[in-house]
């Protein structure tokens, strides 16, 4: 089915580990982003790409990287994983970056805990 | 930035209109509406955005007060699967001409048997 891909679905990691989340999407979209949502805030902005080779950062960007090598991959790293970290990730993805907030789609979700 | 102020709860019958409001008291001329819905544990789900005409989907109905300073969902005939927490966002403009939502803590709808 077409649609945004992450995996994994859960994580556990130890403090100072690093990981890749992983985000994929089959619909030739342009606009690729993540946000993580943490209990009692909404959701906020990591990071985002508004095409191939082109990434900024978002509100929280502080603690990850990520890449944008093809339309269809966008990759969250984690340098060195911290109890603060610990939250769910959902990766979104949008036909046009001109105007990316129409219309976005939404991965399922990774949730990662930080120990 | 704009901000949208949301009911943290509603309650609605099943089979009945859920209008959940929403203030954006500070939106600016060029911004959108955009209201997204997510079911528990799952990924937020678009619905519906408009900048000053209502508009109609086959998911809800948006009506934009004239002044656009607020804004109401209708969803014509609620169903349990409706249960959801659905946020109201505007689109905010940042300095490099790229656009980014910001997400409050939307409206928790519960839909009733």
């Known amino acids: 089915n077409a649609g945004v891909t992450q995996t994994p679905k859960f994580q556990v990691l130890k403090t100072g580990q690093s990981m890749t989340l992983q985000c994929a999407q089959d619909?030739?979209?342009?606009?690729m982003s993540w946000y993580r949502q943490d209990p009692g805030m909404g959701l906020r902005l990591i990071h985002y790409?508004?095409?191939?080779?082109?990434?900024d950062q978002g509100e929280v960007p502080n603690g990850y990287n990520v890449s944008r090598s093809t339309t269809e991959d966008f990759p969250l790293r984690l340098l060195s994983a911290a109890p603060s970290q610990t939250s769910v990730y959902f990766c979104?993805?949008?036909?046009?970056?001109?105007?990316?907030?129409?219309?976005?789609?939404f991965g399922s979700g990774t949730r990662l805990t930080v120990v | 930035d704009a901000k949208t102020t949301q009911p943290t709860s509603m309650d609605c019958a099943e089979g009945r209109a859920a209008n959940l409001p929403c203030n954006h008291s500070?939106?600016?001329?060029?911004?959108?509406v955009y209201w997204y819905r997510q079911i528990h544990s799952q990924g937020p789900q678009y619905i519906i955005h408009?900048?000053?005409?209502?508009e109609t989907n086959e998911m809800a109905s948006l009506i934009i007060t004239e002044d656009r300073k607020s804004s109401t969902l209708i969803l014509p005939h609620a169903t349990l699967r409706d249960t959801a927490v659905y946020y109201c966002?505007?689109?905010?403009?940042?300095?490099?001409?790229?656009?980014?939502?910001?997400w409050g803590l939307g409206t928790s709808l519960a839909v009733n048997p």
């Open positions: 979104a993805s949008s036909y046009a970056s001109s105007d990316p907030s129409v219309g976005y789609t």
């Open positions: 619909m030739n979209h342009e606009y």
């Open positions: 790409s508004v095409g191939a080779g082109i990434t």
């Open positions: 500070t939106i600016s001329g060029n911004e959108y």
């Open positions: 408009g900048l000053k005409n209502n």
């Open positions: 966002i505007v689109r905010v403009l940042n300095a490099g001409n790229n656009r980014k939502l910001i």
